[in-house]
């Protein structure tokens, strides 16, 4: 079992940059792959970026590739969103989720994870 609160959301410029971390529970977070999802209201939860449990594999999204960077650190049991060129279109509440994995790999869907944290708003501004 394992929960994960998410911080570092909050108002920002066009162009500006957020890191978001989310926080894990558990002493087996290294065993977990991670990911960080989107969603504005009455749109479907999107994906952003997903994580290997090592943090040596990672995927981004093609709206976010080349902007955001996810990372993952073990020793303090959280991983990263670092979000940078903000454009309106990003404002949305951001979640992170995790799945308890026996190997290696990312993974994009919803279905794929277990845990959810309670999701942190991010409105980037025009």
């Known amino acids: 079992q394992v929960q994960l609160v998410e911080s570092g959301g909050g108002l920002v410029q066009a162009g500006g940059s957020l890191r978001l971390s989310c926080a894990a529970s558990?002493?087996?977070?290294?065993?977990?792959?991670m990911g960080w999802f989107r969603q504005t209201p009455g749109k479907e939860r999107e994906f952003v970026a997903a994580i290997s449990w090592s943090g040596d594999s990672t995927y981004h999204g093609d709206s976010v590739k080349g902007r955001f960077t996810i990372s993952k650190d073990n020793a303090k049991n959280t991983v990263y969103l670092q979000m940078t060129s903000l454009k309106p279109e990003d404002t949305a509440v951001y979640y992170c989720?995790?799945?308890?994995?026996?190997?290696?790999?990312?993974?994009?869907?919803?279905?794929?994870?277990?845990?959810w944290g309670q999701g942190t708003q991010v409105t980037v501004s025009s």
């Open positions: 989720a995790a799945r308890l994995v026996t190997g290696s790999g990312y993974f994009t869907k919803t279905y794929h994870y277990n845990y």
């Open positions: 558990g002493r087996t977070f290294s065993r977990y792959a």
